[in-house]
């Protein structure tokens, strides 16, 4: 039976008083952190909930939202570093084609940590851009644009400007479909027991596995 303790942190989990890494999302609690771990948490707790997110909606393989009247897709890559600030295993980095999507890595969020950088590949109307993110500052490592059609040396240059741009786009396309997503009811509501379902389905198969 879950004590008493467990059970607030529960329901104020569901009620989105507390994000998926089990840290308060008001900024009156954060206060009581130390600074460097409200600055650590101003700056990434959001980002990590929306890579999270991210990675439990790409699952499926369908398009997650639109941009320009078009699909978009989101496929994680062979690497993903999860981070937490509180528990005794504070980030683990997951390497392999499906590492992303393991139950290895589902165990983890289970146990707390949030995806805090990946490598996703972003794809529309058959065109596939690729890019590293990182939760901190939500930007752009690394990326890599679809091939150029153009040949013209200046026709390239502008066609690689316009693809970087696309891509800009199309990512913050995604992160609009999140946040019309947490902030409203459904999160608490749905989203949220959904995600945890997900994240515990591996905790018990690993369980069964050992």
Request: with cysteine; charged share 30%.
């Amino acid at each position: 039976m879950k004590n008493r303790r467990q059970a607030r942190e529960e329901t104020r989990f569901l009620r989105g008083d507390i994000g998926i890494d089990g840290q308060s999302t008001h900024e009156e609690e954060a206060k009581e952190e130390s600074p460097t771990s409200q600055l650590f948490r101003s700056r990434t707790w959001l980002g990590r909930e929306f890579l999270t997110w991210l990675l439990w909606k790409s699952e499926s393989s369908e398009a997650l939202c639109t941009h320009e009247g078009h699909g978009v897709r989101v496929l994680f890559q062979d690497r993903v570093t999860l981070r937490g600030i509180k528990g005794e295993v504070s980030e683990v980095t997951l390497k392999g084609k499906t590492s992303p999507y393991s139950e290895e890595c589902r165990h983890a969020l289970a146990n707390g940590l949030l995806v805090h950088q990946a490598r996703v590949k972003v794809s529309t109307q058959e065109r596939e851009w690729e890019a590293s993110l990182d939760a901190e500052h939500l930007d752009v490592r690394s990326a890599k644009i679809p091939q150029l059609l153009s040949e013209e040396d200046d026709a390239r240059l502008t066609e690689r400007l316009e693809l970087a741009e696309r891509l800009s786009g199309l990512l913050h396309a995604l992160i609009e479909a999140f946040l019309e997503v947490r902030t409203v009811p459904t999160w608490r509501k749905k989203v949220v027991p959904n995600m945890q379902a997900w994240m515990r389905d591996a905790r018990r198969s690993l369980s069964k596995a050992g």
